[in-house]
């Protein structure tokens, strides 16, 4: 007997789902393993950070203005993106694609916003000379030990690397947001369902980048204002 | 049964439903931000942090990415496979402080590299 006539005659009872067990097409099963691939990418990496964080003198510079308003104000993006996208995909069920359409490019928006907001944010750090393996002069003075012991300079590896991976998902996502957008109405519902997922996805992990590498590294005592 | 098909049919939750769990993550953001000030042990605050980020992830995949209106056998395919491997990754934790404890602490200066002895 064949394989394909074995599953013919296989109750589907069995499986609850007849020949679709998970009841999602081909397309978004693999959209979902691709994010559980990505989401062991984004783990190893953070895990990595605190492994380093752990291991050594870890400088705490942010002060409230720029970085924690920057940084609050891009989460509002994200999170703003993940409402609109999925009022994106709700209207796409609905069989309303210019509607869709339209929330769509509002996501876009946010997304770009999230972007050129980080890459401020960025240029402010490497005015004050934050560099992948070098801290800025005056850093290195406040945040060495009373021991002696200086802060490590992987701060700038470890906060390039993750945040610019993830700024890198945000940017092809909005480049796969404005191809969906421009297609919408050829593509099946689940095709922007799928899209969708890939955004939430996005949001997702800056919901564990921000208060990992942010709000852990606040400079409370105002230490770089002195 | 053809799932594309059934996928267009019904797309779960309403718009309201959508804005509350939008307003529930801004409201635990801010309860992070708020953290970052109060004076506490970094463990705690760790501890604190990932808990909220956690229930805010949790809400994005249950409700954004409508997981929880998804079939249990996807579910269960996803969730607990991703989350043994995470917490799998934590083996090589316990080295970092090891490591730490292996760095050379500096009583008042650091040490200044001996000069090379001269051959007779």
Same mark, same amino acid.
């Given at each position: 007997m064949s394989t394909e006539a074995h599953v013919g005659t296989f109750p589907a009872v069995d499986w609850? *789902? *007849?020949?679709f067990p998970y009841r999602v097409g081909h397309r978004k099963l693999g959209m979902w393993l691709f994010i559980v691939s990505d989401s062991l990418t984004f783990s190893a990496l953070l895990i990595g950070y605190s492994y380093l964080r752990a291991s050594n003198v870890w400088p705490t510079p942010f002060p409230f203005y720029p970085s924690i308003v920057f940084s609050s104000v891009m989460t509002f993006c994200l999170l703003s993106s993940s409402l609109t996208m999925v009022f994106g995909v709700s209207a796409s069920s609905k069989g309303d694609k210019a509607k869709a359409r339209k929330w769509i490019l509002l996501t876009i928006f946010f997304g770009v916003a999230f972007i050129v907001l980080h890459l401020i944010e960025w240029r402010h750090l490497i005015e004050e000379g934050l560099r992948p393996f070098f801290l800025p002069e005056h850093w290195v003075q406040v945040f060495t030990t009373t021991e002696g012991v200086p802060p490590s300079p992987l701060f700038g590896a470890t906060f390039f690397t993750i945040t610019g991976l993830h700024m890198f998902h945000v940017a092809s996502g909005a480049v796969y947001l404005g191809v969906v957008a421009a297609r919408v109405k050829k593509l099946r519902h689940e095709d922007v369902e799928i899209s969708g997922l890939y955004w939430h996805f996005v949001d997702l992990v800056w919901m564990f980048v921000f208060p990992l590498i942010y709000i852990m590294s606040v400079d409370v005592g105002g230490h770089l204002a002195r | 049964m053809d799932a594309h098909a059934h996928a267009e049919e019904h797309f779960a939750g309403s718009n309201r439903l959508f804005i509350s769990i939008w307003v529930w993550l801004l409201g635990l953001t801010l309860i992070e931000i708020f953290l970052a000030y109060r004076p506490m042990p970094i463990h705690y605050m760790l501890v604190i942090l990932l808990g909220l980020s956690i229930i805010k992830a949790a809400l994005i995949m249950a409700y954004f990415m409508h997981l929880r209106f998804e079939r249990l056998s996807l579910i269960l395919t996803i969730v607990p496979m991703l989350v043994v491997c995470i917490c799998l990754l934590f083996v090589f934790f316990p080295d970092s402080f090891r490591s730490a404890g292996l760095r050379y602490q500096f009583k008042e200066s650091p040490p200044v590299a001996p000069a090379p002895v001269e051959e007779p």
């Open positions: 609850e *789902g *007849g020949t | -």
